[in-house]
């Protein structure tokens, strides 16, 4: 019986490039070659095991890469360890890693990457370009994001969009669209930090006398969101069409360009201030929602985010919005906007006193903590939430019957998009209120408010109802309650989410044949519903 015999991993590395041992050769650059076993490269490599197995090659080309490169990738397939990798080197192996399928190195290629990032504390935009080039090559070339994030959130990590932006765009006529769909990534909705530098060159091409607007200026503002510029820094946006007007005027196709991009621009602008009500019934577009809906409707239902914005966006336009007329809805519109976009919070130590900011400017009343309490995540805002619970100029920690009324649907459960396929009656139980005015209740104890609601077919609206004619025998209305102090909510205790804010799910409609909503409601589970009536009485 042959006795057991340990061979170290790297065995090979003392006869590398014997021809007696190794029988591959492989061509590096400049006529370079390196020889290796075919057995070890085999065993790291399913790549080259296929060329040398089943093609039975001898050699195999590697001239786009080094011979350092090419010694590199060898060691490691030899070793099992992976170097720290200079900056010049790293592009190739890399590539060598992903283009011969070597999973383990191109692993370690990517952690070193993460690395380099990670050790950048005051970076120069050399250090900055290096982490920016490198994952657009393996974007394009590579068809792979792996190192897009961590360049990219390095760099606003740092807060250095706009100045890496503007050293990037120098020299703007030699860039590749990969290129540019990363800077218009980086960008994001802040998109001054490209119209900005864009409008300087323009500029700096009209006092030469140059009379055409350049490609790659047209496929950035082509592609860019500019109608965020528009909104939040209209006089940066005037500016740029200025000039590009007196450039377009040299040709007609400029000036058709222009006119287009101007209109796209300007409609998109609108669509975001207002977002439209979706109704077959008045096919009322990019009008606020307050100017549309009937008397009586309940306000905080039907509402729409932009969720491209970005999360300083969406506070501000939260805070500033007319259509959001509490801080339940802003909570709410920020709940909607992080779980769409899977966002991972910034410090509450940053965000709470924004928060606080608004709040008091728009002169809001306190959330509630058991109101808070009902929400549940799977995901890192957890932590944001519970800061905010705990914060007394957001959260009161006890339910003041003065300030609020909160009263539960009864009678039946529902399913929460049936409810706009026919009309429904939602009625709540008010008896506990202390806001009734018991003197003039006929029969304290068979207080209600009843909720119709308004099919998507016709237009989908939840409406209080006023008329004490259309209340059952066992129950009355209280006209000291209005519309216009309501929110609604849904619960459902066997949901993941278990509270769901209805505030901006846009409006249902009809679609295939069947009552449509919001993609946020097919990601909770459960059926049966009751919705949740808060009422503001202070």
Request: proline share 4%; aromatic share 12%.
């Amino acid at each position: 019986m042959a006795p057991n015999v340990s061979v170290p991993m790297n065995f090979g590395l003392k006869l590398l490039d014997s021809p007696t041992h190794n029988t591959l050769q492989l061509k590096a650059s400049q006529g370079a070659v390196v020889r290796a076993s075919s057995v070890i490269l085999s065993f790291n490599s399913p790549v080259i095991d296929h060329m040398t197995t089943s093609l039975h090659l001898t050699s195999v080309d590697m001239e786009e890469f080094s011979e350092e490169a090419v010694r590199y990738f060898v060691d490691a397939a030899y070793s099992g360890q992976s170097p720290p990798i200079s900056r010049n080197l790293f592009r190739d192996i890399h590539k060598l890693a992903n283009v011969f399928q070597m999973s383990w190195l191109v692993t370690r290629c990517v952690q070193q990457f993460t690395d380099i990032a990670q050790s950048l504390q005051e970076p120069s935009y050399e250090d900055l370009l290096f982490l920016f080039d490198e994952a657009v090559y393996v974007l394009s070339q590579l068809k792979s994001r792996e190192l897009v994030e961590t360049a990219l959130s390095k760099i606003r990590t740092l807060n250095e969009e706009q100045n890496f932006i503007r050293n990037y765009l120098v020299d703007l006529n030699s860039l590749s669209t990969q290129q540019l769909d990363l800077i218009i990534e980086l960008a994001g909705t802040s998109v001054e930090y490209i119209v900005e530098p864009l409008t300087e060159q323009l500029t700096a091409s009209l006092e030469k006398g140059e009379d055409k607007v350049p490609a790659n200026c047209k496929y950035l503002l082509e592609n860019c969101e500019l109608h965020f510029c528009q909104i939040y820094h209209e006089r940066r946006c005037d500016k740029l069409f200025d000039v590009l007007q007196k450039i377009s005027d040299q040709t007609l196709e400029d000036s058709k360009w222009v006119l287009q991009i101007h209109r796209k621009t300007t409609t998109a602008a609108l669509k975001l201030a207002f977002p439209p009500v979706a109704s077959k019934k008045t096919e009322l577009v990019n009008k606020p929602i307050s100017s549309v809906l009937p008397p009586n409707s309940t306000p905080n239902l039907f509402h729409a985010i932009d969720f491209k914005m970005s999360f300083d966006e969406v506070v501000d336009w939260l805070g500033n919005c007319t259509e959001v007329t509490s801080l339940f809805m802003f909570f709410e519109g920020l709940w909607t906007w992080m779980l769409t976009n899977n966002y991972k919070h910034k410090s509450p130590a940053e965000v709470l006193p924004r928060l606080i900011e608004i709040k008091e400017k728009r002169g809001w009343t306190n959330v509630f903590f058991d109101w808070l309490k009902m929400w549940r995540y799977d995901y890192e805002n957890d932590y944001l939430i519970s800061k905010i619970k705990s914060n007394e100029k957001l959260c009161s920690q006890y339910f003041d019957r003065k300030k609020w009324g909160t009263f539960p649907s009864y009678r039946t459960f529902h399913n929460i998009t049936s409810i706009f396929e026919k009309e429904t009656e939602l009625y709540f139980d008010i008896s506990r209120s202390a806001a009734l005015d018991k003197r003039n209740c006929p029969s304290h104890g068979k207080c209600a408010l009843l909720l119709k609601t308004v099919p998507a077919k016709d237009g989908a609206n939840v409406v209080l109802c006023t008329d004490p004619a259309e209340y059952p025998d066992d129950m009355h209305f209280h006209k000291e309650f209005q519309a216009k102090d309501m929110h609604l909510t849904a619960y459902n205790f066997d949901s993941l989410f278990f509270h769901i804010p209805l505030s901006w799910f846009g409006t249902p409609v009809i679609k295939d044949g069947s009552v449509y909503w919001s993609e946020m409601l097919y990601k909770c589970s459960g059926s049966q519903w009751y919705f949740y009536l808060i009422i503001y009485l202070a």
